[in-house]
């Protein structure tokens, strides 16, 4: 599972925050009950919000080099993988 990035931690943060505020607010409860549920949809609202921030793009494969392989950390060179002769196309005769 992926880490959450800054963005993701920062608007369900806010999000969190500010629909504590607005709710208490908006509905000027003072029982305990009360306060516990509106933290609790806030909390939701938060999670919900953090799950929907877009993901930043992952950087496209590096493209294969026509080189020789590079060496591994080991210091071992890969084998190379060998075309298949059919897999080739020849064009049609005359």
Excluded: C, N
Excluded at 11 to 20: A, C, D, E
Excluded at 30 to 41: E, H, K, R
Excluded at 57 to 82: E, H, W
């Amino acid at each position: 599972m992926p880490r959450p990035t800054t963005a993701q931690i920062t608007y369900g943060s806010v999000t969190v925050v500010f629909s504590t505020l607005a709710m208490l607010l908006l509905s000027q409860t003072s029982s305990g009950v009360g306060i516990a549920v509106i933290a609790l949809a806030a909390l939701g609202l938060g999670l919900l919000v953090a799950l929907t921030v877009p993901l930043p793009k992952q950087p496209a494969a590096p493209a294969a080099r026509s080189g020789p392989a590079a060496a591994s950390a080991d210091g071992r060179v890969p084998a190379q993988r060998s075309v298949l002769a059919d897999s080739v196309r020849e064009p049609a005769g005359p």
